[in-house]
């Protein structure tokens, strides 16, 4: 048995809604798409390939059609065949349930602005084809997007039983078609995973066989006390962030357990720019200057697992800006090469200008001890510049779902955020987008609230580009509009600090889901 363990539960078990990394990765090796990431331990894990569907299609007319072939043979879990049906009724659920991405990773599909305004009635008519005779799925877009098969890889568009309800399954677990199973769930103390007896592979790059028989995933042990479970091999692995005091020891006594990896994530702090104070931008930017990037790379771990972060899109991504505009000596319009430190002075005046010098701020922030110390070095450093501020920790299973949410009035937030894939798209159209804010739902993952139309407009152009260089271009303009309205200061960008057991063998990880439960094996 492998066995796991989180500090809690990461929300709603429904596939189609959950957006955290530690479900994604669960989800991984229980649901499949037509399509996939390949699972390989290195950097071709950034590539799509059929998993559902027989190939990945080349697009026709001009990138607006797809057109896929479903395999024969795959079965869920309950031993129901998989049909076209099922893959019809899936995509539509998306819009049904409201799916955090349905807008900005499915709204190009025809129908899918009718579904968007009534998501009861949706039906992607004119949109989504199918044919049971010829298992034929095609959809036919309303504009090209370059990026479409990476969205159809990601976790959201995993193809359910098409007798789902249209709601959130919440603590019910879907019938799967991966190599595992649930077989029970409790939010509040974990679940059991063991073998989907209907699994056969279809294609090892998708969805390859498992090797432990069952997995149990157990929630409750603070960060702290994970680290120790697993260093006495109580545990095979822990979903948490190390704790910045274990580190010297992890690296001195365990280190063929610790592995550490490259990962396309930052922290960020986004401002809800929809109320006081931060409906103001130059207390945006106020936060944006002042904030300490090398304290807060230190409060994560240090220079080997993090570094400062001055833009929304992290280094090595095409559209990435090399520059900061908000540091010592430099501002939106004369960026700096690089960030060279915080300006608190700079942020005290904007601060002062802006006229919401004094007002009570609340960082919401989630309890673990990295994020616990970022946040009160966030409530001081806005006490410096001027606010009444004060810190506010939540659990990981109810933070991301808490700020997202409008009628909580969350006026700034810490929070991390993965690529779903390697682009600029992932992180300032997901984040900034305008089809990404949904006031009073904890499925608005654009947390700020923000909408800027030439922003939007930008990054619209850059998802229909074909040309790379020139999406890149298109990225960078949107990424320096959205870098002078400030609605998230970045932070820093993060590696990732696996830890295991001594007994756990054949350590396999992807960039995008990190370790693949299915993939490793305990003696």
């Not at 590539?47 to 990138?63: F, I, K, R």
């Not at 909580?408 to 993965?418: A, C, K, M, R, T």
């Amino acid at each position: 048995m492998l066995r796991l363990t989180a500090s809690s539960s990461g929300g709603t078990l429904d596939p189609q809604i959950n957006y955290t990394s530690e479900y994604a990765q669960l989800f991984t090796v229980l649901y499949d798409g037509l399509l996939n990431f390949r699972k390989a331990d290195d950097r071709t894990s950034d590539e799509v390939v059929p998993d559902l569907a027989e190939t990945v299609p080349q697009p026709e007319d001009g990138g607006r059609t797809w057109r896929f072939t479903l395999r024969q043979g795959v079965r869920f879990s309950t031993g129901q065949e998989v049909t076209v049906a099922d893959v019809a009724a899936s995509i539509r659920r998306l819009f049904r349930v409201g799916s955090p991405t349905a807008g900005s990773f499915y709204g190009a599909i025809v129908g899918a602005d009718a579904c968007l305004r009534d998501p009861a009635h949706c039906t992607l008519s004119g949109g989504l084809e199918v044919d049971p005779a010829t298992r034929a799925v095609v959809f036919h877009l309303s504009q090209p997007d370059a990026e479409f098969p990476q969205k159809l890889a990601f976790p959201h568009a995993s193809i359910l039983p098409a007798a789902m309800p249209d709601h959130d399954l919440g603590n019910v677990p879907a019938p799967t078609t991966g190599p595992y199973r649930f077989v029970s769930y409790d939010p509040d103390r974990g679940a059991v995973l063991e073998r989907n007896p209907f699994f056969h592979v279809w294609s090892a790059d998708a969805q390859p066989d498992g090797y432990a028989d069952h997995i149990r995933y157990d929630f409750g042990l603070p960060d702290e006390a994970a680290v120790t479970a697993v260093e006495n091999g109580q545990y095979d692995w822990m979903f948490d962030m190390k704790p910045l005091d274990r580190l010297g020891e992890l690296g001195a006594r365990h280190t063929r357990q610790v592995h550490l990896r490259s990962l396309y994530g930052f922290y960020y702090v986004p401002m809800n720019v929809n109320i006081p104070p931060f409906n103001n931008r130059m207390a945006r930017q106020a936060v944006n200057r002042a904030l300490d990037r090398r304290a807060m790379t230190i409060l994560y771990g240090g220079a080997a697992v993090a570094g400062p972060l001055c833009t929304i899109v992290p280094p090595g991504i095409p559209g990435a800006l090399d520059e900061c505009a908000h540091t010592v000596g430099a501002d939106p319009d004369h960026p700096a090469p690089s960030w060279r430190g915080a300006d608190l002075e700079g942020a005290r005046r904007l601060v002062a200008a802006s006229g919401t010098a004094g007002q009570k701020v609340t960082v919401v922030v989630q309890n673990t001890a990295v994020e616990m110390s970022m946040g009160v070095w966030l409530r001081n450093m806005l006490q410096a510049i001027g606010y009444d501020a004060s810190v506010k920790p939540l659990s990981h299973a109810v933070q991301l779902g808490y700020i997202q949410n409008t009628s909580n009035h969350v006026q700034i937030s810490l929070s991390d955020w993965f690529a779903d894939y390697p682009s600029a798209s992932n992180f300032l159209d997901d984040l900034f987008g305008c089809e990404n804010f949904h006031p009073g739902t904890d499925n608005s993952i654009n947390i700020a609230g923000y909408c800027n139309k030439e922003a939007q407009a930008a990054m619209d152009a850059a998802k229909q580009e074909t040309d790379p260089a020139r999406a890149a271009e298109l990225w960078a303009q949107a990424g320096r509009i959205i870098t002078r309205d400030s609605p998230a200061a970045p932070a820093i960008r993060i590696n990732y600090i696996d830890l295991v057991s001594s007994r756990l063998g054949n350590y396999f990880y992807t960039d995008l889901y990190h370790m693949i439960f299915s993939q490793v094996w305990v003696q």
